[in-house]
């Protein structure tokens, strides 16, 4: 099983600062295709969780430019260039190159 | 409008059984891959099962396998898991969910609870 770890856990960001969550993975999530299958995902308060950010780097459809993935093999980046009060929940990374999929455990982010 | 919406959550009694469903609208179900994913109280999520296009390959996390029993009814359009000699540790939300080809899962639905206890 390839084991997914984020960090940090817990991020407490101040309006219009940035912020970056890292995820790492077990083994290497380049497919034989060449394609990397890692996703992040954020659950807001209350909601399914929704994607963000498909194949390492690429923004999902109506997420916003404010979100970019960055990695590639083990280690992935999400960056938040200036958080705002409606980025607040739980971010996780997801791998699906091999079963078991595997999430990060999340991270959560709140306001100060 | 792409939509998933899960049902068939209840409370049942550890060993019991449960039938959920995901009803698609908006696309059609025969050309993806679909997912199911679950989220205890409190806690992260958590992979279950994706079942092929056509239902013949289908995939679970190793607690659930020969308990659970993912199917589809394309016609319906329609997804299923039968979740059978159900533990304390099944309580969850369960969520299905579609795979895009990009390999990501871009629709979920809203979820349906699973309740397990005495």
């Known amino acids: 099983e390839i084991v997914m770890t984020q960090s940090p856990l817990f991020l407490p960001v101040t309006p219009g600062e940035p912020a970056s969550i890292s995820c790492r993975s077990s083994q290497s999530l380049l497919h034989r295709s060449g394609n990397k299958y890692f996703d992040w995902y954020v659950q807001k308060p209350g909601q399914s969780p929704q994607l963000l950010i498909y194949m390492g780097s690429n923004r999902a459809s109506g997420a916003s430019d404010r979100f970019s993935g960055s990695g590639s093999g083990t280690d992935f980046t999400l960056k938040i260039s200036r958080v705002e009060a409606e980025d607040v929940g739980v971010y996780y990374c997801?791998?699906?190159?091999?079963?078991?999929?595997?999430f990060g455990q999340g991270t959560r982010l709140e306001i100060k | 409008e792409v939509q998933l919406m899960e049902s068939g959550g209840g409370l049942v009694q550890p060993g019991g059984s449960l039938r959920l469903s995901c009803a698609a609208s908006?696309?059609?179900?025969?050309?993806?891959?679909m997912r199911w994913f679950r989220q205890a109280p409190g806690k992260g999520l958590e992979w279950v099962a994706s079942?092929?296009?056509?239902?013949?390959?289908?995939d679970y996390m190793e607690s659930v396998e020969g308990r659970f029993i993912v199917s589809r009814d394309n016609a319906e359009n329609s997804l299923y898991i039968q979740v059978n000699s159900l533990r304390d540790e099944d309580t969850a939300v369960y969520y299905c969910?579609?795979?895009?080809?990009?390999?990501?899962?871009?629709?979920w639905g809203q979820g349906t609870m699973v309740t397990v206890s005495s």
């Open positions: 079942i092929s296009q056509d239902g013949s390959v289908k």
């Open positions: 908006g696309f059609s179900l025969n050309n993806y891959w």
């Open positions: 997801m791998q699906s190159v091999k079963a078991p999929l595997t």
């Open positions: 969910a579609r795979r895009h080809t990009t390999g990501a899962s871009d629709v």
